[in-house]
């Protein structure tokens, strides 16, 4: 299984993003995805996870009412819509894939990661 993370860039506080991590593989079965983010210097965090049908969300509490996870059934694919974004948003993205009980918000509970994409929120 491969996760090809992208959309990551460089954009002025207040504006928005939207990322994009495609999963690839015969055997893609995993019933949860998310975004996780480590900024410099910072530890890894969670963003937000969505089951495989899109009917069941969670989010981080430095994402609630800013980002939106949503996803493709068909295209193995979650997107995260980031809007006003603040210079301490300024990370790398990575997107995971696992089959947690739940919408699981630790990292050790994802199996798949992918590599990554850079978003810098300039002031």
């Known amino acids: 299984v491969q996760l090809q993370a992208s959309g990551g860039g460089l954009v002025q506080a207040g504006g928005s993003l939207k990322l994009s991590c495609a999963a690839s593989g015969p055997t893609f079965t995993s019933t949860v995805m998310a975004w996780f983010r480590q900024g410099p210097g910072k530890e890894r965090e969670f963003v937000a996870s969505?089951?495989?049908?899109?009917?069941?969300?969670n989010y981080g509490t430095s994402a609630k009412g800013r980002f939106t996870i949503s996803n493709d059934f068909s295209k193995n694919t979650v997107y995260l819509q980031m809007n006003s974004l603040k210079p301490e948003d300024t990370a790398i993205y990575y997107c995971a894939a696992g089959s947690p009980q739940y919408l699981n918000p630790r990292a050790s509970a994802y199996t798949y990661w992918g590599q990554g994409t850079l978003v810098t929120v300039s002031s």
């Open positions: 969505i089951n495989r049908s899109g009917t069941m969300t």
